[in-house]
T-cell receptor, first 114, second 110 residues
Framework: DTGVSQDPRHKITKRGQNVTFRCDPI?????LYWYRQTLGQGPEFLTY????????KSRLLSDRFSAERPKGSFSTLEIQRTEQGDSAMYLC????????????FGPGTRLTVT | LAKTTQPISMDSYEGQEVNITCSHN???????ITWYQQFPSQGPRFIIQ???TKVTNEVASLFIPADRKSSTLSLPRVSLSDTAVYYC???????????FGAGTRLFVKA
């Protein structure tokens, strides 16, 4: 297993367009997290899945954001009607239930909204 | 969730020991303390975790006093490649809704 992967690594889109990012966690991990990180700040929690269930969702996640993990494996994060303020690095992480708070992060998807 | 306070930045030289202290006055009884490291354009990487006293692994040591209101990450003999941002987090193990602060930017100079 090569770790958490994310696709694409970079995305440039025009304001108002929809974008979708994919995260493939480490295969035996049943917990999956999404974060957003802007320059000079720490990652901000967006949402969390345990298997296919979305158990926690930040108030940062407006109605334009939706995340899914349909079969408890990979996850997608969609942003509808993108705004310039959505420009950020979107990070995915996974962990194993019962482990310590040791989350394994992917390389991130950098979104630029023009 | 307990809020953490860390220095914004620190400078060091190669070969020195670096200690980064994190304050978490409102830590709850069940909270663990976890440290992550992040290099530019990469996701954070778990370094170490502890509940009380001292924890050591191949990368770092973590010192936690009895009142657990603070913790200190100790990096022995740093090298240029240790230049990164270090985050202190408190929360339950396996914790969803993980809260990162702004972190401490460590600059290691030759």
């Amino acid at each position: 297993d090569t770790g958490v992967s994310q696709d694409p690594r970079h995305k440039i889109t025009k304001r108002g367009q929809n974008v979708t990012f994919r995260c493939d966690p480490i295969s035996e991990h049943n917990r999956l997290y999404w974060y957003r990180q802007t320059l000079g700040q720490g990652p901000e929690f967006l949402t969390y899945f345990q298997n296919e269930a979305q158990l926690e969702k930040s108030r940062l996640l407006s109605d334009r954001f939706s995340a899914e993990r349909p079969k408890g494996s990979f996850s997608t994060l969609e942003i509808q009607r993108t705004e310039q303020g959505d420009s950020a690095m979107y990070l995915c992480a996974s962990s194993f239930e019962g482990s310590t708070n040791e989350q394994y992060f992917g390389p991130g998807t950098r979104l630029t909204v023009t | 969730l307990a809020k953490t306070t860390q220095p914004i930045s620190m400078d060091s030289y190669e070969g020195q020991e670096v200690n980064i202290t994190c304050s978490h006055n409102n830590i709850a009884t069940n909270d663990y303390i976890t440290w992550y490291q992040q290099f530019p354009s990469q996701g954070p990487r778990f370094i170490i975790q502890g509940y009380k006293t001292k924890v050591t692994n191949e990368v770092a040591s973590l010192f936690i006093p009895a009142d657990r209101k603070s913790s200190t990450l100790s990096l022995p003999r740093v090298s240029l490649s240790d230049t990164a941002v270090y985050y202190c987090l408190v929360g339950l193990t396996g914790g969803f809704k993980t809260i990162f602060g702004a972190g401490t930017r460590l600059f290691v100079k030759a």
